[in-house]
């Protein structure tokens, strides 16, 4: 059987990644949801029928630069799956605060730009809101291991860690004095957040990544929220992981309701941002940098 054939036979099983997120996307839009929890059954249908192209190697059709080998492509279509959980947060939010969000949004801290998943007000300088989004855990494929929902997290941890305090950082000035850490981070803008999306395997335990999360809380950011899956004991899908009663970290949409509400707040009754505060001199002239890693342009689907 060719790829192509392959690529056919899975696409008459789960479905095509993008007509799915295509779907997905357009019902946010004309329903106007608002809430994670009424997608989530289809962004788990999304993340089942993309793990069913990395199990079988295959590229879905269409997808990725036609002139990369399908390994390439595959490759790069997976690693979009982060910027669509972005794309779709960043619109739920949009149907709250009926207000523009931008994701992927380049933004300047202290010592070098980021990108950021969502900003709001929609500008590189002096948002107002961030929110940092993961989707973490894959299967596995070929002779590649499965990847937990807490691969690298430890790495992952240390920048949001950074990134938080970075952009906070960037309006200082003569004036700047932080003596209480607790209460100049909660204070100074932007307000940071954290949204996590993770595919569980059979060691992770969700109670693990709400401590996780719940300490970045505790000392750097503002709010987090998880959703986690596992595969169904059938094999034929993925199921929802619930967050424990006794979990600190809350779901995404306790943590949406609550930057829609900080949105709101900023907004205020003519729904416009005030103006960007910017400093008088730059600590560093960041385009003469290097950019991070994860900065770098991915090859995304046509």
């Known amino acids: 059987m060719t790829p192509e ?18 779907s997905l996307k357009e019902r946010i839009q004309s329903e106007a949801v608002k809430q994670f929890a009424e997608i989530q059954d289809e962004w788990l249908t999304l993340m089942w029928a993309l793990d069913s192209y990395r199990v079988a190697q295959v590229p879905p059709r269409g997808m990725g630069k036609r002139t990369s080998t399908p390994a390439r492509r595959l490759e ?21 605060t009926s207000l523009v969000l931008a994701p992927r949004q ?25 929110a940092e989004t993961k989707v973490t855990g894959a299967p596995a494929y070929g002779s590649t291991p499965a990847r937990g929902a807490m691969s690298d997290w430890t790495n992952r941890r240390k920048e949001l860690k950074f990134a938080s305090t970075d952009l906070k950082l960037y309006r200082r000035d003569a004036e700047t004095k932080i003596d209480h850490w607790g209460v100049w981070r909660e204070s ?26 719940q300490a970045l809380v505790n000392t750097y950011l503002d709010g987090a929220g998880i959703f986690g899956w596992r595969e169904s004991d059938d094999g034929r899908g993925y199921e929802i992981v619930p967050l424990p009663p006794s979990a600190q970290v809350t779901g995404l949409d306790d943590v949406l309701h609550r930057i829609g509400a900080q949105i709101a707040r900023e907004a205020g009754a003519a729904k416009t941002p005030p ?25 995304l689907p046509d």
Not at 5 to 22: S, T, Y
């Open 5 to 22: 054939d392959q690529a056919r036979e899975l696409e008459a099983r789960v479905g095509h990644p993008a007509e799915i997120l295509a």
């Open 76 to 96: 790069a279509v997976y690693k979009s799956k982060g910027n669509w959980f972005a794309e779709l947060l960043a619109l739920l939010l949009q149907n709250r």
């Open 106 to 130: 380049k933004v300047q801290g202290f010592s070098q730009s980021h990108q950021i998943d969502v900003a709001w007000p929609a500008r590189e300088n002096d948002p107002l809101v961030c």
């Open 188 to 213: 100074a803008a932007p307000r940071a957040y954290f949204l996590w999306a993770a595919r569980l395997s059979p060691k992770d335990k969700i109670t693990r990544m709400s401590e996780e999360a």
């Open 275 to 299: 103006p960007p505060v910017t400093p008088d001199k730059r600590a560093v002239q960041t385009e003469a940098l290097l950019p991070d890693d994860d900065q770098a342009e991915l090859p």
